[in-house]
């Protein structure tokens, strides 16, 4: 049997924007609305699909694996929007 992840939901106040500030971050396709989703393609056929709710949002770790050239590029963009970041999902420098 094959079992692979094909999305998982991010739950948001404001769908447009969410998707679209990771996709731009990420250096990705604009996001496409599929439902009551705006969805976030990755290269390896997994997506995120931003919804919103009114409910608390509890905080999520997401991991991407990406290639050092591609990471210079994205995290020069954290950089350029002088967005608060760190290393560790504990909050360490």
């Known amino acids: 049997m094959s079992v692979q992840l094909n999305h ?11 998707a679209t500030f990771i996709a731009d ?24 699909d ?12 997401y991991a991407f694996l990406i290639g050092e050239d591609d990471f210079d590029a994205i995290f020069g963009r954290i950089r350029e929007r002088e967005l608060e970041h760190w290393a560790d999902p504990g909050l360490a420098g």
Do not use: Y
């Open 8 to 18: 998982t939901i991010v739950w948001c106040r404001d769908k447009q924007r969410s």
């Open 50 to 61: 931003f919804h919103e709710t009114e409910s608390e949002i509890t905080s999520q770790h």
């Open 25 to 48: 971050i990420l250096g990705l396709p604009t996001p496409a609305r599929f439902g009551p989703f705006m969805v976030v393609g990755m290269s390896n056929d997994v997506s995120l």
